[in-house]
């Protein structure tokens, strides 16, 4: 009986749909983190942002939107799919590419895979705070 | 690392965790399910891998 009656309450404190979807795209896990899901928002956490920083570490390339290139534009969305490690990696000028590395396009998969990987999670936490998907 | 088995087992455990996390609720559940991923993944690719140099590898 206590349950019952502690569960809308807890409910009710929970944010909203919008909130829980821009701080999961700024922050990996961040979504499931506000909906009450610790163990899934630290899973969440490390490792789409360890693939990001192999990303990285494998001299993959941020992705500036080029229009006029349609894969670099497509790559740089999904790159900016995960927010805050995309705007880091904008400010600390990681990113450039050494595109004659053999790493070069494993990282770029990594980074492309990171982001993409998020926007699953996005909208996996805004089902949980629309009530589309139960806890 | 430059391994390329070495970097497909990498991006294939990472894929098959954040899959798992999300599909799946309790941590047994994940745990088969990432598994169950991770050695799709690795699998598929060899056998791809061995099919294309079959076909046009030689």
């Not at chain 1, 942002?49 to 497509?74: D, H, K, Y």
């Not at chain 1, 990696?89 to 895979?113: H, K, M, P, S, W």
């Not at chain 2, 941590?27 to 050695?39: D, E, H, W």
């Not at chain 2, 099919?51 to 590898?57: D, K, S």
Request: proline share 3%; net charge positive; hydrophobic share 60%.
């Amino acid at each position: 009986m206590s349950s019952s009656v502690a569960k809308p309450a807890l409910a009710s404190v929970r944010p909203s749909a919008a909130l829980t979807f821009v701080a999961a795209w700024l922050v990996p896990g961040a979504g499931h983190f506000l909906q009450g899901q610790l163990r899934k928002a630290v899973i969440l956490f490390v490792v789409l942002t360890a693939m990001f920083a192999i990303g990285l570490g494998f001299a993959g390339r941020l992705f500036p939107f080029q229009v006029s290139e349609p894969l670099v534009f497509l790559a740089a969305l999904a790159e900016w799919a995960i927010g805050v490690p995309r705007m880091i990696g904008a400010f600390t000028g990681a990113g450039r590419g050494d595109v004659v590395a053999a790493t070069y396009e494993y990282g770029n998969t990594f980074l492309i895979a990171s982001g993409l990987l998020n926007v699953l999670a996005i909208f996996d936490a805004h089902d949980l705070a629309t009530g589309r998907k139960s806890a | 690392m430059t391994s390329h088995l070495g970097v497909m087992m990498l991006f294939a455990a990472c894929v098959s965790i954040v899959f798992a996390t999300i599909l799946r609720d309790d941590a047994a559940a994940q745990m088969r399910f990432a598994g169950r991923i991770f050695l799709s993944l690795v699998v598929g690719a060899y056998a791809a891998g061995w099919l294309m140099f079959l076909a046009f590898g030689r």
